[in-house]
Each structure stands twice: as structure tokens, then as C-alpha cells.
């Protein structure tokens, strides 16, 4: 079904629109709905504002696209109207899903709660606010993804299917686990997942709380690893005053594969990741990687193992900002 269904993604900035940076978002969330197997045209961008967006919803749903996603303009600044422009479109809303997006990003990126994005349905269509940022637009797609064939199919007049037994199955083997299994405070278990974190942020990384996830009362040992934005680079011809990471579509289930791949080298170790998205200043943190264990020896070796796969596989770029308002790209970290 879904190779038929159309979607739209429009992207929501003032700056964009004018040309003065270049839009990430709004090709992410298409290349991610495309992998999903819809049939996604090109990117609109449109200023922020209410009847930008609600004239830009509105053309989406006439062209026949039954999924429409925008990215920007959710957030509680004074041209932060995307709501606003989605609320005269929507029939009925479908409040649980940003609900669910919010109470996942929210553990992770505490302002997430300030999010005034809206889902719901326009006729026979889906549509989908998203934040701006990569880390928040993915987050919501991976919400979304998962509903989409489903709700087009009750738009359609469909009936729920029963469940089947191989579906109560998985729901049982992927139910949430008890507190007791997943606190990364207390002694280490079997029932402990060996990744603690492995994420993306476009908010500042904590050291404290990636050595809390990996450490517990059984633990002797956690080697951490802090890498900073420095202001000069052998990649750059003058002072480096800045970076921004642009990461792709498949970065955050890269990051957790890579973590996945290393405990596994790693048996006796727990492990924690971020790596930063967006803009950073000179001094920010731009990974956090840290390894817990009994030894200290097992952690060393687990921690730089890590970060070295981390650098070397996970789908980032840099841009370096220098001082004389020119800029150089860098593809690893």
C-alpha cells in the first residue's frame, strides 16, 4: 500500500525561505518517508507564520498527498506559528502521538515539553508537525512511521484487524521492562540492557548523567570521554569560532548499531553515547562516551573503542565556522 500513498514535507523557517541556510530537516524527514515507502516530492519551503502554512497545508492535501509532514516552527518564540496554521486544516486531532514524542525526547532533552506541535486528520490526509531540529524530526517520524498505513486505513472505512498470535508475541517480548531492569544506578544484571544511551542531541550533553547510566554499586570502574569543539583545526585556514553537526536520516539507528557492535566486543561493560547535533560553540561538548565495569582496565578499552568506531562509521558531517565568516566541511567527526 504504501509505494501508492503520497507525502508532502514542507519545511517551516524564515531563514530558509530566504535563502540564508540551508534547509537539513525538511530533506531528512523526506529521505526517512521515502525509506518508509512513500512517495515523497520535493521539499516546500515556506516562512514562518500562520497563513504561510496553512496555505502551504492546504496546497499539499489539493496535489492528493495523504501524508503531510512539516518540520519548524512548534517551539514558543514569537514567529513560532506553525500550530496556528495546522489547527484551521485539521478535522480531528490525534493528540496521543505528540504525546508519545514528547514523553520519549522529554528524558533526554528536557525542553522538549515546550513542543506545541499538533497531529491529526484533514479529510482522508495525515498530517504531522515536527520540531525543527534532526534530533526532534526524527523522533517524531519514527513515532509517526510505525501508524501511518494503519490510520489511512480507518480514514479508508478499515475495521482493527485482530491481533495475531506472532503480534502478541512481539508485544510481549518488546513490552516497557520494570524499573528494577532498566535503572542504570543500581548493581549491574542480566536483565540490564549493555547500552545504556546511544542517541543524538541537539541540546548539551551531560557527562554526569552518561557515567550514572553506566555505573552502579557493582561497578568499580567508568572511563569517560568528553570531545570539545576546539577554535583550530588542520582541516581550516583560520580560527575555528564554531561548528555545526549535520547528521543523516539513518544516524540515530546507526549510533545505537555501533554501540550494539561494540558492548558486544565488550561483554563485561556498560555503555553510554551522544553525539551533538546543530550548532556549537567553541569549548561545547560534541560526544559524550562513557563505559562502565568492574575494571578499570575493561572500561579503558571499551571507551576508546567506542569512540574510535563512533569517528569511523557513524553518517555525521561538520561544519567548521571560522572567524572570517567563511566555512569548511568536514565529513568525519
Same mark, same amino acid.
Given at each position: 500500500?504504501?509505494?501508492?500513498?503520497?507525502?508532502?514535507?514542507?519545511?517551516?523557517?524564515?531563514?530558509?525561505?530566504?535563502?540564508?541556510?540551508?534547509?537539513?530537516?525538511?530533506?531528512?524527514?523526506?529521505?526517512?518517508?521515502?525509506?518508509?515507502?512513500?512517495?515523497?516530492?520535493?521539499?516546500?519551503?515556506?516562512?514562518?507564520?500562520?497563513?504561510?502554512?496553512?496555505?502551504?497545508?492546504?496546497?499539499?492535501?489539493?496535489?492528493?498527498?495523504?501524508?503531510?509532514? +512539516?518540520?519548524?516552527? *512548534?517551539?514558543? !518564540? &514569537?514567529?513560532?506559528?506553525?500550530? $496556528?496554521?495546522? =489547527? /484551521? #486544516?485539521?478535522?480531528?486531532?490525534?493528540?496521543?502521538?505528540?504525546?508519545?514524542?514528547?514523553?520519549?525526547?522529554?528524558?533526554?532533552?528536557?525542553?522538549?515539553?515546550?513542543?506545541?506541535?499538533?497531529?491529526?486528520?484533514?479529510?482522508?490526509?495525515?498530517?504531522?508537525?515536527?520540531?525543527?531540529?534532526?534530533?526532534?524530526?526524527?523522533?517524531?517520524?519514527?513515532?509517526?512511521?510505525?501508524?501511518?498505513?494503519?490510520?489511512?486505513?480507518?480514514?479508508?472505512?478499515?475495521?482493527?484487524?485482530?491481533?495475531?498470535?506472532?503480534?502478541?508475541?512481539?508485544?510481549?517480548?518488546?513490552? +516497557?521492562?520494570?524499573? *528494577?531492569?532498566? !535503572? &542504570?544506578?543500581?548493581?549491574?544484571? $542480566?536483565?540490564? =540492557? /549493555? #547500552?545504556?544511551?546511544?542517541?543524538?542531541?541537539?541540546?548539551?550533553?551531560?557527562?554526569?548523567?552518561?557515567?550514572?547510566?553506566?555505573?552502579?554499586?557493582?561497578?568499580?570502574?567508568?572511563?569517560?570521554?568528553?570531545?570539545?569543539?576546539?577554535?583550530?583545526?588542520?582541516?581550516?585556514?583560520?580560527?575555528?569560532?564554531?561548528?555545526?553537526?549535520?547528521?543523516?536520516?539513518?544516524?540515530?539507528?546507526?549510533?545505537?548499531?555501533?554501540?550494539?557492535?561494540?558492548?558486544?566486543?565488550?561483554?563485561?561493560?556498560?555503555?553510554?553515547?551522544?553525539?551533538?547535533?546543530?550548532?556549537?560553540?567553541?569549548?561545547?561538548?560534541?560526544?559524550?562516551?562513557?563505559?562502565?565495569?568492574?575494571?578499570?582496565?575493561? =572500561?579503558?578499552?571499551?571507551?576508546?573503542?567506542?569512540?574510535?568506531?563512533?569517528?569511523?562509521?557513524?553518517?555525521?558531517?561538520?561544519?567548521?565556522?571560522?572567524?572570517?565568516?567563511?566555512?569548511?566541511?568536514?565529513?568525519?567527526?
Amino acid at each position: 500500500m504504501t509505494g501508492q500513498v503520497r507525502a508532502a514535507v514542507i519545511t517551516v523557517s524564515d531563514r530558509c525561505a530566504r535563502g540564508e541556510r540551508v534547509d537539513r530537516s525538511g530533506p531528512a524527514a523526506a529521505a526517512m518517508l521515502a525509506e518508509a515507502g512513500y512517495a515523497v516530492g520535493d521539499v516546500r519551503v515556506v516562512p514562518d507564520g500562520a497563513d504561510a502554512v496553512e496555505s502551504a497545508l492546504r496546497a499539499a492535501l489539493a496535489s492528493g498527498a495523504r501524508v503531510v509532514l +512539516t518540520t519548524g516552527g *512548534t517551539g514558543i !518564540s &514569537p514567529r513560532d506559528r506553525t500550530p $496556528e496554521g495546522t =489547527a /484551521p #486544516v485539521l478535522d480531528r486531532r490525534l493528540p496521543g502521538i505528540i504525546e508519545y514524542v514528547r514523553r520519549v525526547d522529554a528524558d533526554d532533552v528536557p525542553t522538549a515539553v515546550l513542543s506545541r506541535a499538533l497531529a491529526g486528520v484533514a479529510g482522508r490526509a495525515l498530517v504531522i508537525n515536527a520540531p525543527g531540529s534532526i534530533g526532534g524530526l526524527t523522533s517524531t517520524v519514527r513515532a509517526v512511521v510505525p501508524l501511518i498505513a494503519h490510520v489511512l486505513d480507518q480514514l479508508d472505512g478499515g475495521d482493527h484487524p485482530p491481533m495475531t498470535p506472532a503480534q502478541a508475541e512481539v508485544r510481549t517480548a518488546t513490552a +516497557t521492562p520494570t524499573a *528494577t531492569e532498566t !535503572s &542504570p544506578s543500581g548493581p549491574a544484571s $542480566e536483565a540490564e =540492557a /549493555p #547500552v545504556a544511551l546511544a542517541q543524538l542531541s541537539a541540546d548539551a550533553l551531560d557527562l554526569a548523567t552518561h557515567q550514572e547510566a553506566v555505573t552502579g554499586s557493582a561497578d568499580g570502574a567508568a572511563a569517560c570521554f568528553v570531545g570539545t569543539v576546539r577554535d583550530h583545526s588542520p582541516d581550516a585556514a583560520g580560527r575555528v569560532v564554531g561548528l555545526e553537526y549535520a547528521a543523516h536520516p539513518d544516524a540515530p539507528a546507526a549510533l545505537q548499531r555501533i554501540a550494539a557492535d561494540v558492548a558486544a566486543r565488550h561483554p563485561q561493560v556498560r555503555l553510554a553515547v551522544s553525539h551533538r547535533t546543530g550548532e556549537l560553540a567553541v569549548g561545547d561538548a560534541a560526544i559524550v562516551a562513557c563505559a562502565g565495569s568492574a575494571h578499570r582496565a575493561e =572500561a579503558f578499552e571499551a571507551c576508546r573503542d567506542l569512540v574510535e568506531t563512533v569517528k569511523a562509521e557513524l553518517p555525521i558531517w561538520k561544519k567548521q565556522l571560522l572567524a572570517d565568516g567563511s566555512h569548511t566541511w568536514v565529513g568525519a567527526l
